[in-house]
């Protein structure tokens, strides 16, 4: 499938969602993804997870495989049961064999994937998949060196 957004995905809408049950992870990935300009949802678990698909389906969504209390096999269940258009990353610690099946039943439910991120995810491997896509932004500057910047300093 190809990687990227659904037909009823607007080009303003840069929404992603991070779930995965390591905070270290999530905060990491959302905290570079909101650098570039992106909007960003973080979840633990899959229920509230899916229940923010249904109220805003985000475009990109970066998904553990190996969720403690819920499985990323509920997740994609959920998402193709929806008919979520976007793209989905699998997040592994070096699993191939359960990140290769997982994305098999991703498949047979209609979701559409980009490349797998191995753990420890990098911030390039972050960057390089929204920049595929076309949803990154320049990485946000502190706003005393915007200033400094506009002042010719």
């Known amino acids: 499938m190809l990687e990227t957004p659904g037909a009823c995905v607007a080009a303003d809408q840069h929404l992603a969602f991070v779930i995965d049950d390591d ?5 990491f990935v959302a905290a570079t993804l909101a650098a570039h300009g992106m909007k960003v949802a973080s979840f633990q678990t899959a229920k509230p997870a899916l229940a923010a698909v249904d109220d805003a389906p985000p475009v990109v969504i ?24 976007g793209v989905v990353h ?27 991120l191995m753990k420890p995810v990098s911030r ?7 920049t595929r896509m076309g949803l990154s932004s320049p990485p946000l500057q502190p706003e005393s060196v915007a200033v400094a910047d506009a002042k010719g300093r």
């Open 23 to 27: 905070p270290r992870v999530y905060e």
């Open 124 to 130: 390039d491997d972050v960057v390089d998949v929204i």
């Open 62 to 85: 970066f998904l553990d495989v190996a969720l403690l209390q819920s499985d990323a096999i509920d997740v994609l269940n959920g998402l193709g049961k929806r008919g979520y258009r």
């Open 90 to 116: 699998l997040m592994s610690g070096g699993r191939v064999a359960l990140l290769e099946a997982v994305q098999r039943l991703g498949v047979r439910n209609g979701v559409t994937f980009g490349a797998p």
